[in-house]
């Protein structure tokens, strides 16, 4: 029973991982299509990736095991980030087609949805730390992860994306 346990598992985990790579590569072409520039698209997955590339890798690194629960959380997180990244965008276009400054635009993106955003990373990140009292360890990661993540999402997208706009890239 024991290598199909392990069979079956080895095969959900490397499914989850193509279907995060999946995910990654639908959104990509979404936020392309939504900027309406390849390299604009590309760029907005920055702060997207940000979380699961800093938190993975610092799991990897630590040498901390990355199971089926663990695994989900990339996904979700990602799709956390971009829903945040695109309502940040939507305000600093706004701010762009206003005639403000790219810096005057960031400032104001920030005054309209910083609060937004925090709110539902609290509100999320809380309901989700709930699955922490499980008895269930796979569960226990997960809750532990997402909070984990989506306050890596939030500082990509308070701190990283500001800073891109701002700068020679932007």
């Not at 890798?57 to 997180?77: E, F, K, N, P, Q």
């Not at 635009?105 to 955003?117: D, K, N, Q």
Request: glycine share 10%.
């Amino acid at each position: 029973v024991v290598p199909l346990v392990y069979k079956a598992q080895r095969t959900l985990l490397s499914g989850l991982v193509n279907s995060t790579g999946l995910a990654f590569a639908l959104i990509c072409v979404v936020m392309i299509l939504i900027l309406r520039s390849p390299l604009a698209g590309l760029l907005s997955m920055i702060p997207n990736v940000f979380p699961v590339v800093v938190i993975f890798g610092g799991m990897g690194w630590l040498g901390i095991y990355v199971d089926i629960g663990t695994m989900m959380c990339a996904s979700v997180a990602m799709g956390v980030a971009v829903d945040d990244t695109v309502h940040y965008l939507t305000w600093f276009r706004r701010g762009i087609l206003s005639g403000l400054d790219r810096r005057a635009a960031v400032r104001l993106a920030y005054e309209r949805c910083a609060t937004a955003m925090i709110q539902t990373t609290i509100i999320g990140g809380l309901g989700l730390a709930v699955f922490m009292l499980s008895t269930f360890t796979p569960t226990q990661r997960f809750g532990l992860l997402m909070l984990i993540l989506l306050s890596a999402a939030l500082v990509g997208d308070l701190i990283f994306l500001p800073a891109l706009l701002a700068g020679p890239i932007g």
